[in-house]
């Protein structure tokens, strides 16, 4: 299994937000919607080897994760608007204690501190990092990434106190969602977790 996590720092936590702006009034959650897309979408199907999740920063009651799992999922359209029709619902759940609140999707209070623990060690996407080809990773492992905002120090701290590693795809800063892609590829090619 694979997993990913995405820091949305200024992504909704609360249901109410507009689907014709996911890139303004949204908190950029298009670029989230794009980085569950890249993780979870193949040609014609769902990586089942594959979990994605979003770290919610945004207002109006953070901290809010939502945890896509490809295994159990039972159907994802590829397309932003109906993706972000699912964060929405997932964002009716108000609980703290995570729950599956539709087939494959998990919503609940966590913080990135929480999750790093859960996790640890962590692959922390940077491209000052070492490059990821050629690296023994770990049988299981987790990619952290950051929206279009750089991870604040303390962010990067608390994931580098997790014996994070910072690893690269490539030496040009990228979309989380293009990042998430060489990911796969480069696993893929080496028959990872297939």
Not at 40 to 57: F, K, P, Y
Not at 93 to 120: K, M
């Amino acid at each position: 299994m694979r997993h990913f996590a995405v820091v949305g720092h200024r992504a909704p936590t609360a249901p109410d937000f507009p689907l014709e702006d996911l890139p303004g009034a949204a908190g950029r959650l298009d670029v989230l919607v794009r980085c569950v897309t890249a993780a979870l979408h193949v040609s014609h199907g769902i990586r089942r080897d594959a979990v994605i999740t979003l770290l919610l920063q945004g207002p109006p009651r953070p901290p809010r994760a939502i945890r896509f799992v490809g295994s159990d999922l039972r159907s994802l359209n590829p397309d932003e608007r109906s993706t972000a029709v699912r964060i929405r619902t997932a964002l009716g759940y108000e609980g703290s204690l995570e729950r599956e609140v539709s087939p494959g999707i998990h919503a609940g209070a966590a913080t990135l501190a929480g999750f790093v623990e859960r996790h640890a060690p962590i692959l922390l996407m940077d491209e000052r990092g070492q490059d990821l080809r050629g690296l023994d990773l770990p049988p299981e492992p987790t990619f952290l990434l950051s929206d279009h905002e750089d991870l604040t120090v303390e962010e990067r701290a608390t994931a580098e106190g997790a014996g994070s590693m910072a690893v690269s795809v490539g030496p040009r800063s990228l979309h989380a969602d293009q990042v998430i892609t060489l990911v796969h590829n480069e696993l893929d090619r080496r028959g990872h977790g297939a």
